[in-house]
């Protein structure tokens, strides 16, 4: 959806944004610093702490090691407070308009007052977001438009919104798709990329967070998309047996612990029909990366509100596929690259 | 990260993780700070003159400031000198050359 930002909060994104270009340069500096101090992959304890150590003490006098650290840690607090900021800034323009685009139709959405959250995702503030994922009534918006075009956009590489239709193209040639249940839909980007590549199918997302859910709502209304969005763990939908020909998710599986996450592929196999596909895009597995960089993924994961990465990118995705029933499971990312990373398998006919 | 916490989404929620800087950094520290007080003062001096030239001439400008979308040439200009602000912070906290 198309907003503007006042001054106070577009100059104040518009920072956070070059903040962290101007903090890129330090990565090749420090990694450099890596290299001087005989550090590489080859040389990387293969316990994650123990790398962690090892590092952390070879870096201990680089300025540039430390400004990326200060930098990175600032924005990964600051932007969600930024961003908050300047929706109350211009909040008396926006709220009307998303409440608008709330009842306009003709999607719909099933709360559930009674839902109580699983114990991995209460309490903890994903992305270091304050509050979490419910931490603001407004926090679909917030996130899932203000700080991904904003912020995310401007600072992840690669464009992340043709990202997640580029996974698609994994999926298995010549079996319909006309039933799609998407698990943590969260506000609705991905969602998107289904509809868009799907035009005809039906839609199911199924997400926690009721404020993520309102955007998917708005979403989905203003471009006259019917889907049905309901309030449910991914694991526990609620939803009847063999309903969908594709169940799939996006950037889901690393916010889950190993036993969640195995419960999601035990959930997706119930959820499928006969023949049906499977499709869950997400982080790059630790055994993809060399030591150095799952060393890396694991620092920014660590002061980036993700408590479950590592548990997730060093489960085996692809076997816990196998073990919840699909077959024909293969994994890899689009185009050979390592990120997102798609596990896609098939339920027995 | 792992189990071994009973509150795994503690770092989550947490104001700071590990700290950052390391004791040599504190007087680049400083001079970020000084550096941007200054940013900071000669931002606000421009603000404030800005607004009594305007209101002097009997051009109300608050409202319009609020509003504003910077376009084409001034968004340029703008990004360009926030960028070389950002890049004299990085620079100043993490110099090529330490003094």
């Known amino acids: ?349 | 990260m792992t189990r071994d916490s009973a509150d795994p989404g503690a770092a989550s929620r947490a104001a700071t993780s590990s700290p950052a800087l390391h004791p040599g950094q504190l007087d680049h520290l400083g001079k970020a700070v000084l550096l941007l007080a200054r940013e900071l003062w000669v931002t606000r001096d421009r603000l404030a003159i800005l607004e009594a030239v305007l209101e002097a001439r009997g051009i109300p400008v608050a409202e319009a400031i609020r509003d504003f979308q910077p376009e084409g040439a001034l968004a340029e200009r703008l990004a360009a000198e926030r960028d070389a602000l950002a890049r004299a912070l990085v620079a100043t906290l993490a110099p090529e050359n330490p003094a």
């Open chain 1, 1 to 349: 959806m198309d907003f503007l930002l006042r001054q106070k909060g577009r100059a104040s994104m518009e920072f956070l944004v070059s903040l962290a270009k101007a903090a890129a340069p330090l990565a090749p500096r420090w990694t450099g610093e890596l290299a001087a101090a005989g550090v590489s992959a080859a040389t990387l304890p293969e316990d994650l702490d123990a790398r962690h150590a090892t590092v952390e003490a070879a870096l201990a006098g680089s300025d540039a090691f430390a400004t990326a650290a200060l930098v990175g840690e600032f924005a990964s607090v600051e932007h969600g407070r930024a961003a908050a900021a300047a929706f109350a800034e211009s909040a008396d323009v926006l709220a009307p308009r998303l409440r608008a685009l709330e009842a306009r139709g003709p999607a719909r959405l099933e709360e559930a007052p009674d839902l109580v959250p699983p114990a991995y995702w209460e309490g903890v503030w994903f992305h270091r977001t304050t509050g979490g994922w419910n931490g603001h009534p407004e926090m679909g918006f917030i996130h899932g438009e203000l700080i991904h075009r904003h912020y995310v956009a401007r600072t992840f590489p690669g464009d992340i919104f043709a990202q997640r239709a580029s996974v698609l193209a994994l999926l298995p040639e010549g079996r319909p798709v006309r039933d799609i249940c998407e698990l943590g839909a969260s506000s609705g980007h991905y969602t998107v990329a289904l509809q868009r590549t799907f035009p005809e199918a039906r839609i199911t997302g199924v997400e926690l967070s009721l404020p993520m859910l309102r955007q998917a709502l708005r979403v989905a209304n203003e471009n006259g998309w019917p889907w049905r969005l309901v309030q449910a763990a991914a694991e526990a939908t609620g939803l009847p047996d063999a309903g969908f020909d594709l169940v799939t998710s996006y950037i889901l599986l690393h916010e889950l612990p190993a036993e969640a996450c195995r419960a999601v592929w035990q959930e997706a196999f119930r959820l499928c029909r006969p023949g049906g596909m499977v499709l869950m895009a997400d982080v790059t597995p630790y055994r993809v990366h060399d030591r150095l960089g799952a060393w890396r993924a694991d620092w920014l994961a660590k002061r980036g509100g993700e408590p479950w990465w590592r548990e997730s990118a060093t489960l085996d995705q692809a076997a816990a596929a196998r073990e919840a029933g699909f077959v024909e499971v293969t994994e890899g990312g689009p185009g050979g690259a390592p990120y997102p990373w798609v596990t896609v398998g098939v339920k027995p006919e």
